[in-house]
């Protein structure tokens, strides 16, 4: 049986998390979606979070979820699993890499509508985190291999943002969740300009089927809108409609 990609430290004891479990809940989250903080450690493709301090922690982040995760639904109501092969599966590991130029214009990409995790869904580049991979690692192979993107060295900097839990179907309403990720954030602020970057880009068709550069206006939009709600805010007139 493969190690627990996630453990959290609860009591001062390192447990598992198993695929049903809230990782927020387990955390003390509250109603609502966060953002919650917690310590966390990175070592070899395993990562170990706690809400208090302890030995090793190297980033107090912070974690967040949607309004309608799933996973917090079926923490009120484990029994709809009872029947369902999928309580002895751990939570996997997922990075999501915030592309930006020295422009301040961030990089979205469309996957593609054969994907079975969200498909035809705009995000960042990213994907799920291979065994004993760190985390600028993962994100960027995952960069290169939807983007065709490899940034030369000692041409950018990166900061951790914070954590996401992820479940697909996003509702529960969909069905049960299938897979359930706890996706890493990283900022990568490149010192090339958006013309320079994109000149290098070509998009594997088998992941991704457009891709776009938000400039500093859009993504205060986006930021400041919440998943499911029908007031995203006051826009500026010059956004474009496909936002």
């Not at 839990?165 to 069905?175: C, K």
């Not at 938000?214 to 809108?225: I, K, M, N, Q, Y």
Request: aromatic letters at 6%; one cysteine or more; proline letters at 9%.
């Amino acid at each position: 049986m493969a190690a627990a990609r996630l453990l959290l430290r609860l009591a001062g004891r390192l447990e598992s998390v198993s695929f049903t479990q809230s990782v927020c809940g387990l955390l003390g989250a509250g109603q609502g979606p966060g953002p919650w903080h917690t310590h966390c450690s990175l070592e070899r493709g395993q990562l170990v979070l706690s809400r208090n301090p302890f030995p090793g922690a190297s980033e107090r982040l912070p974690i967040q979820r949607p309004l309608f995760c799933p996973f917090a639904a079926l923490d009120q109501q484990p029994e709809v699993y009872k029947t369902e092969p999928l309580t002895n599966r751990g939570v996997d590991l997922g990075v999501a890499v915030i592309l930006q130029s020295s422009d301040q214009t961030v990089l979205l990409t469309r996957r593609t509508c054969t994907l079975r995790i969200s498909p035809n869904l705009w995000v960042p580049p990213g994907g799920h985190m291979e065994p004993d991979e760190e985390i600028l690692e993962c994100g960027f192979r995952e960069l290169s291999e939807e983007c065709g993107l490899q940034l030369p060295k000692n041409q950018f900097s990166c900061v951790l943002l914070g954590l996401w839990e992820s479940a697909y179907p996003p509702r529960l309403s969909w069905g049960l969740p299938k897979y359930h990720h706890l996706i890493l954030y990283v900022l990568v602020i490149s010192e090339e300009s958006q013309e320079q970057l994109q000149a290098r880009i070509q998009v594997n068709p088998n992941e991704v089927n457009a891709f776009m550069w938000l400039g500093p206006d859009v993504v205060a939009a986006v930021a400041a809108t919440e998943d499911g709600t029908k007031t995203p805010g006051l826009f500026s007139q010059d956004l474009p409609l496909s936002v």
